[in-house]
């Protein structure tokens, strides 16, 4: 496109009038038409000086034209004349773009198309790799935009407004300062022959999905160029297929769904394996680092564990809530293991009651009986998938074998990649029968044939003289009978100082803490720090120890210790008692925890997804009749209430 002025040859000096003084105004060129002098930039426009309106090119005439003389007063020096520069916000939404078909059609061939508007530049359009040292950074940065319908034919669009070429289009200001510095001038854009198709709807489009990146020199790039806050567990890895139906702010195809939590899987993957016993690499497993990062992003798990000697009473408390769903806990645990020492003779009944407890969101995993003893392990309902088989082994600590109400219940299995084990014992009972107690644990540690199908995760570091050096986390619970020493009389004391009872105090007379400190049982196990009351031995019903004859001395009997391979991989968060179960002797004793898991390989026998469906279609049948008989009740309480009323 001709530009607007048209420029001196800087190898040919301006003529210079007789008398040294400098004349003003146009000077006829060889065709007589008048060409504009050259101005600098710190000349002023003045009224003496013409409109320059004259699109062509002129040459200086080598004759000396005849202009008169006239006196000028002398002037200070105008300021540069400065353009208007834009803002960053300008800036980045001029140059922002869209595709047009044409572009689009070569991204599918392959072939990358050049960055620029979407209109198609000539084919001999040569590239401007160096930019005019004249250009101010502001007009460099300038794109070229959509020019007038007056400059495309060539003529000025005002031929007396000496600032036309200031309030020209940017791309002008371009071609002449280009012309200026000596450069080639740039083909003006092709119109494309035919008009550009409408841009698809489609959240795939190509053409939508440009118009929706992010400038790097905007302002807020950085704020949106931060990740979203999802969840923490994210369902989509790096080596995970991107979905066509994500979204996020940036782009509208990315690779983080904002309504979806599960993870894409190739149609490869599903044809390759059956995700019951896959692949042996720790990436891709189902066990492996992936899927442990979805559901627990920090790798720790919250486990309960609680032991309750029952005395065998068939009454169950009414309600089991302040056992499992402690009111100090704000959310439900991940992993219940519920030991019962002297349990009631319908253990298909107990099972019940906490299936129904728990709700919906938990199913048996598995359980566990040894004459008395029960052991019932309940799960969230979405992590069965990562368990291994459970697999169980029973011990009798009495002479007669066929007695079992004193021994041992070990239940394993392996989550993702790290083993568990629980046991729950029962203790010989008595005082001054310690010796005895200590035999009860050997006995236990060297017959519990654990694990038997499932592979230890880490053999170097196993005896096979103590089942406990066998598993990464191990939870010992029960009624060990251990008792505090001293007397009645001396605990008394210590007891009836009212609510300030100094538990330190009574944990000096401990024996389970003394013969710990001595090595002689529990060996690298730990136990949380005990804030609560003696658990044994209560009256029925009541809050007051044993006022019976036999007088027996309150006592920690029901404890819950743990172990791990692993230096701080459990860390105990509460240990407590529930004071407000009374149908028993004992009181139930709970802990809580946060066990680390670590990410597994698929080489394991995995239960794929087993549980106890009977017991959980009973579980929530009771939940949602006891649900009814609440609303009934509470609508027969308002019609009576408005009777009386009226």
């Not at 680092?289 to 065998?312: I, K, S």
């Not at 230096?567 to 968060?573: A, T, W």
Request: glycine content about 8%; aromatic content about 6%; charged content about 25%.
């Amino acid at each position: 496109m001709p530009s607007k002025a048209a420029s001196l040859r800087p190898s040919e000096p301006a003529p210079q009038p007789p008398g040294g003084r400098t004349l003003r105004g146009p000077l006829p060129g060889a065709d007589g038409a008048l060409a504009p002098r050259e101005e600098s930039p710190h000349d002023a426009p003045s009224p003496e000086s013409p409109a320059l309106g004259g699109s062509a090119p002129a040459a200086l005439s080598g004759e000396e034209p005849p202009a008169q003389a006239a006196p000028i007063a002398p002037r200070p020096p105008a300021r540069p004349r400065l353009e208007r520069a834009l803002s960053l916000d300008d800036r980045g939404w001029r140059r922002r773009r869209f595709r047009g078909s044409q572009e689009n059609l070569e991204a599918r061939n392959g072939t990358s198309p050049s960055r620029g508007s979407v209109q198609s530049e000539g084919p001999g359009a040569p590239a401007h790799s160096v930019s005019p040292p004249c250009l101010s950074a502001s007009l460099q940065e300038i794109p070229k935009s959509r020019r007038a319908p007056g400059s495309e034919r060539g003529s000025p669009s005002s031929g007396s407004d000496p600032l036309s070429g200031v309030a020209g289009s940017a791309p002008n200001l371009l071609h002449r300062d280009a012309t200026v510095a000596g450069s080639s001038p740039r083909l003006p854009g092709l119109p494309p022959p035919r008009p550009l198709p409408a841009l698809g709807l489609d959240i795939a489009s190509d053409s939508l999905r440009t118009a929706n990146k992010v400038d790097p020199e905007l302002a807020d790039y950085r704020l949106r160029a931060q990740p979203r806050l999802v969840r923490a567990h994210s369902s989509l890895g790096p080596g995970r297929p991107r979905s066509p139906l994500a979204c996020d702010d940036c782009s509208l195809r990315s690779a983080r769904s904002s309504f979806s939590l599960l993870a894409p899987i190739r149609t490869k993957d599903v044809r390759s394996r059956s995700y019951l016993e896959g692949s042996l690499l720790a990436s891709g497993a189902l066990l492996g680092a992936e899927e442990l990062a979805r559901y627990f992003p920090d790798r720790n798990v919250a486990l309960f564990v609680a032991t309750w000697n029952m005395q065998g009473q068939k009454e169950l408390p009414p309600s089991l809530d302040e056992f499992l769903l402690p009111a100090e806990a704000d959310y439900a645990q991940d992993l219940y293991a519920i030991g019962v020492q002297e349990g009631c003779s319908d253990r298909r009944e107990w099972e019940t009651r906490l299936q129904e407890t728990l709700g919906p969101h938990y199913v048996l995993l598995a359980s566990a009986a040894h004459g008395v003893l029960y052991m019932a392990l309940f799960i969230r309902r979405d992590l069965i998938w990562f368990c291994s088989e459970v697999e169980s082994s029973t011990v009798t600590t009495r002479i007669v074998s066929q007695i079992k109400t004193k021994g041992a219940l070990g239940v394993s299995f392996t989550f993702f990649g790290t083993s568990f084990l629980f046991i729950t014992s029962h203790f010989t009972s008595g005082d001054g029968k310690v010796a005895e107690r200590l035999l009860d644990y050997t006995r236990t540690v060297q017959a519990l044939a654990l694990p038997r199908n499932v592979p230890d995760t880490n053999p170097y570091r196993s005896s096979a003289a103590d089942v406990t050096t066998r598993f990464d986390q191990v939870f010992w619970f029960g009624d060990f009978n251990f008792r505090l020493s001293g007397g009645r009389a001396a605990v008394d004391a210590l007891l009836g100082q009212g609510l300030a009872v100094d538990v330190p105090a009574l944990l000096e007379h401990d024996q389970l803490i003394r013969e710990m400190r001595r090595g002689s049982i529990f060996k690298g196990f730990q136990e949380p720090d005990i804030h609560f009351l003696p658990s044994y031995k209560f009256d029925i019903g009541k809050d007051t120890y044993d006022s019976t004859s036999k007088q027996r001395t309150p006592s920690y009997t029901d404890r819950v210790l743990y172990r791990s391979r692993h230096k701080g991989d459990i860390c105990p968060v509460r240990y407590s008692s529930c004071a407000g179960i009374r149908t028993s002797d004992h009181r139930p004793v709970y802990g809580l925890f946060r066990v680390k898991v670590r990410p597994g390989r698929d080489n394991i026998p995995l239960a794929a997804g087993k549980f106890d469906r009977e017991l959980y279609l009973i579980g929530i049948k009771r939940r949602i009749s006891k649900e009814i008989q609440r609303q009934q009740a509470l609508q027969s309480q308002s019609s009576s209430t408005i009777c009386s009323v009226s």
